[in-house]
């Protein structure tokens, strides 16, 4: 089995840091990033800096990495404005997100559910004439901050609904609420066809990489990851950290499962990041070391 790892830590992983790395330096990571061997990478956010300042500043971010043949790279458009500034930054993906429940969706979007998922289809059917890849992510998946459980049977709906316009459907567990069996279960319910499933897993309840290998074992075949586990969400309360990358490659590579990116340079980068961003991350395997290493 090959599983392509998301890093989306310059995108979410730093929206919800105390501190504010200017462009030049979230341009450095994401190319730190590509040389470990990321072939994904969430780079930026076009979203008003005025709401989320530790995004300000993409198109300088675009301008400064240093583009890899065979690398993605992707930014987050919630609006056809942002859309437009992805366009002209020369992105390669559009990433769409929004969130299963309406609570959570009025804080987050100030839409509802409907008028998002009308949004994602009409930013879906532009980035298709761009020439442009079109991935959306339902939030709140697994359980909402706001309304607490989540139909599973809801998020299916909407999945089926938006598969057929994108080239990818990711499932969020944006709080850190899910188990196993309810990812398994969510993405076994959903019939999306020929397009990509993928996981967003947070781990602030400590069952972020259980919940990979079952989304795994359920047919997803992207998982998202933030280097150093940073990350989380400015609107959700309590909302901690994304699966760390290196602590999800180190998973994979044990069980087998290919991933193409080299564990101890990610793990530099991690320590790199560390130093950025002045106190320790939330992630493992960057301070633990690899097995290999430690034998050795």
């Not at 959570?104 to 879906?124: G, H, L, P």
């Not at 760390?244 to 990116?261: F, K, Q």
């Amino acid at each position: 089995m090959t599983v392509t790892i998301c890093d989306v830590g310059p995108r979410d992983g730093l929206q919800n840091q105390p501190k504010t790395l200017p462009p030049g330096v979230r341009a450095e990571l994401v190319n730190r990033l590509a040389e470990a061997g990321l072939r994904r990478i969430e780079a930026v956010s076009f979203v008003n800096p005025k709401l989320v300042p530790q995004m300000a500043g993409a198109e300088e971010v675009v301008e400064r990495v240093e583009r890899r043949d065979g690398v993605v790279y992707a930014g987050l458009a919630l609006n056809e404005r942002g859309y437009d500034r992805l366009a002209a930054a020369g992105l390669d993906e559009v990433h769409f997100a929004f969130a299963a429940t309406e609570t959570f969706n009025r804080r987050n979007q100030n839409a509802s559910v409907e008028e998002s998922v009308t949004a994602a289809e009409r930013i879906a059917e532009r980035a298709a004439a761009d020439g442009v890849r079109a991935t959306v992510t339902i939030g709140v998946a697994f359980g909402c901050p706001f309304e607490g459980s989540v139909d599973p049977g809801r998020v299916a709906a909407l999945a089926e609904r938006l598969a057929p316009a994108v080239d990818e459907v990711v499932f969020a567990d944006t709080i850190g609420v899910a188990v196993p069996s309810q990812v398994r279960d969510v993405i076994d319910r959903a019939d999306l066809g020929e397009t990509t499933v993928g996981a967003h897993l947070h781990n602030s309840r400590n069952t972020g990489y259980a919940n990979a290998l079952a989304a795994l074992e359920a047919g997803a075949r992207v998982l998202d990851a933030s280097v150093g586990g940073i990350g989380g969400c400015p609107f959700a309360p309590r909302a901690t950290g994304n699966i760390g990358t290196e602590d999800l490659v180190y998973l994979l590579d044990g069980e087998g499962i290919e991933t193409g990116i080299d564990l101890e340079a990610l793990i530099g980068v991690a320590e790199w990041l560390e130093g950025v961003l002045e106190r320790p991350l939330e992630g493992y395997v960057y301070r633990a070391g690899t097995f290999a290493s430690l034998a050795g």
